[in-house]
């Protein structure tokens, strides 16, 4: 097979450099608080074009570049209490996965329009291609190191859009996908320029189409939940001072205007008892009686510990029977509830990592509880943004989802609207209305096609007594989405090691095949 020649660079260096830089700070744009959403395909866009013709080198760089602006103004917050070093820290390692990740997509660029040269192959294959090596670069961020730091998928920037009903087909992956492909086609079409041939224009319309036609996949309504949900604006964040008790007792302060009213089951956030009510009986007693008073079972959180383990843990507490079902954080996070290989990093940062004293342990039961025959599927706090622990609870029964989260160490940043939002897809992706509570807040109840049912302001105590639809039925995002991961991401870079292998072989051939007779001897005229 001929090898046609390598695509131009469509900016000088200087000129990607620059267009990473504005990339990197527009995409966060897309995000909450700013939300502006369409400005996702901007970034992506910019990102793109940087890439197109670059060498390895090249494209390391114009990816770092990249990656560094995006990450450093995304994940400010982080330095509301914990200061710049894990900033940097953290910001760094996604930066440089980025910028590795960067060369699977020049080297797209590259290969494929050297071996299949048509238009239709830059127009449909290339797009195709570019979106899967792009989206496998954001699970493997996701998944490693440790479990990795899902945070700022391209997909979850659409919480609010007319694209996230698509999440319900094809998960959040899925969702990436087709934006950052879509994106890509428009790209090979203006870089065509044949725009008077109106069927070249039909790879990234049918795109187009698909992204803002196909509705949500309908789940099956199955009557309501009576959900009272308490947010108790408590001193829970880590460096917060307080004494024994003052975050249950903010809670239950908070709870009293429900005591008497009719509910199902009461609701309290991530650390919402600041006591392990298993081991120590005073606060054992004291749920026992919030439990009579709402005459309702109670979904609480708190730090427990059996045998040599601590977990953060999630528990569905009946008065006199005590916790009867409980859930362990699946993914406690890196850095912030345990130190992974606390030996290394302490020689590197003693003073940072001594701050950091608990040290969870993973849970392995499923993120689901049975209320009364109803199926509550959960996630605490930053487990709402792995894939796995959603679809778990869907495919166990969930037919609501309570997500009990701590943004205590975050307040006024863009923590606690950024994780709103995933909770936001979760609630589309899976068809399923979603309680989303948190100690200090953002607090809401959120229905199955995204909107806001009920709410509450952050920094100020309060109560929901909601009337929660539950659904049964699961999305195919839920049925595939393990198998849309796969393909998106092993699968790409399958046939991306593929080309790689296709081009070396055809321009070793073509080293190899003797010059024709005569071949470079001038001509007398």
């Known amino acids: ?124 294959a290339l797009p195709l291609l570019i979106g899967g090596v792009w989206t496998a670069r954001e699970l493997f961020m996701g998944s490693w190191p440790y479990t990795g730091f899902p945070w700022a998928r391209i997909g979850m920037s659409q919480s609010e859009s007319p694209l996230a009903h698509l999440a319900s087909w094809t998960g959040v992956a899925g969702l990436t996908f087709l934006m950052v492909a879509f994106t890509a086609a428009v790209i090979e079409w203006f870089r065509l320029a044949r725009f008077r041939d109106l069927r070249t224009a039909i790879p990234s319309a049918a795109v187009a189409v698909l992204l803002l036609v196909v509705p949500a996949f309908p789940t099956t309504p199955s009557g309501a939940l009576r959900v009272g949900s308490v947010q108790g604006n408590g001193p829970s964040g880590y460096f917060d001072p307080r004494d024994r008790n003052d975050v249950l007792n903010a809670q239950l302060e908070a709870s009293a205007p429900l005591f008497g009213e009719d509910l199902d089951v009461l609701l309290w956030p991530e650390g919402g008892i600041d006591s392990d009510p298993l081991a120590n009986e005073s606060t054992a007693r004291t749920l026992d009686a919030l439990a009579e008073r709402v005459d309702a079972p109670l979904i609480v959180n708190a730090a427990t510990t059996r045998g040599d383990d601590t977990y953060n843990t999630s528990m569905l507490w009946i008065a006199g029977e005590g916790a009867v079902q409980l859930h362990d954080k699946t993914n406690p996070v890196p850095m912030g509830e345990y130190v992974p290989d606390r030996w290394f990093y302490e020689a590197l940062a003693p003073d940072l990592i001594g701050l950091i004293q608990r040290e969870y342990t993973p849970g392995t039961n499923r993120p689901f509880l049975d209320v009364d025959g109803v199926g509550v599927g959960l996630a605490i706090c930053f487990d709402v943004i792995y894939d796995d622990v959603i679809w778990a609870g869907a495919q166990d029964g969930a037919q609501v989802y309570m997500f009990q989260t701590n943004n205590a160490d975050f307040r006024d940043t863009d923590e606690n609207l950024q994780q709103l939002a995933f909770a936001r897809m979760r609630a589309i992706e899976t068809g399923r209305s979603v309680v989303n509570l948190s100690t200090v807040g953002t607090s809401q109840v959120i229905a199955a096609d995204g909107s806001t049912i009920d709410g509450l302001p952050a920094g100020q105590p309060g109560h929901m007594l909601t009337e929660v639809p539950l659904y049964t039925g699961l999305t195919p995002a839920v049925v595939v989405g393990p198998w849309v991961q796969a393909l998106l991401g092993w699968g790409s870079l399958v046939v991306l090691l593929g080309l790689g292998v296709a081009v070396k072989v055809a321009g070793r051939r073509k080293a190899e095949t003797p010059a024709p007779l005569g071949a470079g001897v001038g001509q007398r005229g």
Request: aromatic fraction near 16%.
């Open 1 to 124: 097979m001929p090898l046609a020649a390598a695509p131009r660079p469509l900016l000088p260096l200087w000129g990607a450099v620059l267009a990473s830089i504005v990339g990197g700070a527009v995409l966060d744009l897309a995000y909450p608080s700013v939300g502006w959403w369409p400005l996702a395909f901007v970034g992506v866009g910019l990102a793109l074009v940087a890439l197109v013709g670059r060498s390895v080198w090249g494209a390391v760089l114009v990816g770092f570049v990249f990656g560094a602006t995006f990450y450093l103004i995304h994940i400010v917050w982080i330095t509301r209490y914990l200061g710049v070093v894990p900033w940097f820290a953290l910001a760094g390692i996604e930066t440089v996965f980025m910028a590795i990740g960067s060369i699977g997509l020049t080297l797209s660029y590259r290969w494929m329009p050297r071996l299949f040269p048509s238009r239709w192959a830059s127009l449909v």
